[in-house]
């Protein structure tokens, strides 16, 4: 295992220097390969004596109490139109997208006129080369935006991209994303590896939402672990990452070992949440951020080890669907074997009633999976061929997409994206696939029922998932 620094000359000067903190200790220092001394420092921030703050030492912050941006901590990062992911807006470093005001660090997205045509401008910041660090605790009070094509974003990349090479090899670590058009629901993600590789958390709000008032995002990052918390709930916990370096699979905890920096931006447009129409509203465009505060523990213990990829075990039946016959009543909002969800203006519910699933549908939405049936944790082994089987029937002429996909791998599909036609009669279906993508124990099917045009009620049962390899 390598001997890591966990605070770079820069960090160690931004300490002592830009926050008149007395300094316990020099970058030039090393430690043990198994405990890492994060040399934390004294600062003119006091740590709040919390639960939740136990053990930690407060690294670096900004409250944004002044009236401009320090620029000793931030960059204003520059972009021109779509540098990544088809954004629409280009990142200036103008007073008007980026500006300190009232105590909060403020972001904004501008729409005018350019030539006839509609041109967007908007507000990035980052700490590269400033604040960057190497594990801890990152906690950002902010408020986002609403409206369609509305972007913001808490992350953090490293400090030094090509370590294990461009994206996604180098690692991503996503705080906070919020999609502008439903500001009810938070995504916190983490990427990696070669073939990309992701894992996602989400917290859905039961009322108000995340553009109404602050909301406190967090995550504690480990040599072993991350753990992301929105205003306190836990999100996602994830410790079973990889990643590759010239085809060759590096060392875990690799590429979450080496010294990351925080960034926040405030996107326009792109492939996930589509462009902005009619009812953005641009005059309320701001991401308004009221603090950044990173801590770090005294020491590390970096002698960690990949936790073992654990497979569900079949039912005596050999059916790795758990339910499939849908004899118990069970919750469909836990996550847990069956779950329902709606997306994009997806309006339904569904329910489990004599020995099938009823799904019923107000409004489509506009994407396939804005109702969706799924059930995760399905075991996807190299070389293995599977069997997917099923019963299904709709009340009117209609259709259905089915597919096993996998989250944690680039949404990749083991089975592809199959439309189904299906009437008034019970169908069985029945697909087989032979995967030669990485072991997963995290496929799930879905079937997915939105923006097909189709609202009429659907009936499944008897579904089956099985590992016909001989």
């Known amino acids: 295992m390598r001997k890591e620094k966990l605070l770079s000359a820069t960090v160690a000067s931004f300490l002592c220097v830009s926050m008149l903190a007395a300094c316990s200790g020099t970058a030039d220092e090393t430690v043990s390969d198994t405990t890492e001394d994060t040399q934390a420092s004294e600062t003119a921030f006091p740590v709040t004596e919390t639960p939740e703050l136990e053990g930690y030492n407060l690294l670096w912050s900004d409250e944004f109490d002044g009236d401009t941006l320090n620029e000793e901590i931030w960059n204003r990062e520059l972009r021109e139109p779509g540098w990544t992911n088809n954004e629409l807006q280009e990142y200036t470093d103008s007073e008007d997208n980026i500006y300190v005001e009232d105590g909060h660090l403020v972001l904004r997205a501008i729409a005018e006129d350019r030539d006839g045509s509609v041109y967007y401008t908007s507000g990035k910041v980052n700490s590269q080369d400033h604040a960057q660090f190497q594990y801890g605790r990152v906690e950002v009070r902010a408020r986002v935006p609403e409206g369609q094509g509305l972007w913001p974003a808490i992350w953090m990349m490293p400090q030094d991209e090509s370590y294990y090479g461009q994206w996604p090899k180098c690692g991503e670590i996503d705080i906070m994303e919020v999609l502008g058009d439903d500001t009810t629901t938070s995504y916190s993600t983490i990427h990696y590896g070669e073939p990309h590789a992701e894992q996602q958390g989400t ?56 010294p990351f920096f925080v960034q926040m931006n ?52 050999g059916n790795y669907i758990y339910n499939g016959d849908f004899s118990e009543a069970e919750p469909l909002d836990d996550q847990e074997d069956w779950f329902f969800l709606l997306f994009n203006d997806g309006v339904g519910e569904a329910v489990i009633e004599n020995n099938e699933i009823v799904i019923t549908s107000e409004n489509d939405g506009t994407e396939e999976y804005s109702v969706q049936l799924v059930q995760p944790d399905l075991a996807v082994m190299n070389g293995h061929t599977y069997r997917v089987t099923f019963d299904i029937m709709a009340e009117e002429e209609r259709d259905c997409v089915v597919c096993v996909s996998a989250p944690n791998a680039g949404w990749i599909r083991y089975l592809p994206d199959t ?16 995967s030669n993508e990485r072991d997963d124990n995290y496929g799930r099917l879905e079937f997915n029922m939105g923006n097909h045009g189709y609202t009429s009620t659907i009936h499944i049962t008897n579904v089956r998932y099985e590992d016909i390899t001989e």
């Open 419 to 434: 439309t189904i036609d299906i009437g008034p009669e019970y169908q069985t279906f029945e697909f087989e696939f032979t």
């Open 203 to 258: 917290i859905t709000l039961d009322e108000g939402s995340f553009s109404s008032d602050f909301h406190i995002y967090v995550v504690e990052w480990e040599p072993g672990e991350m753990r992301f918390y929105t205003d306190d709930v836990l999100v996602l916990t994830v410790n079973d990452w990889f990643t590759a370096a010239d085809g060759v699979e590096q060392e875990y905890p690799a590429p979450f070992n080496q």
């Open 266 to 317: 405030l996107a326009v447009g792109g492939d996930w949440p589509g462009n902005p129409d009619e009812t953005t509203d641009f005059d309320n465009a701001t991401f308004e951020i009221d603090y950044v505060r990173v801590y770090q523990r005294d020491e590390y213990d970096t002698n960690v080890q990949k936790p073992p990829m654990v497979f569900r075990e079949p039912l005596e039946d």
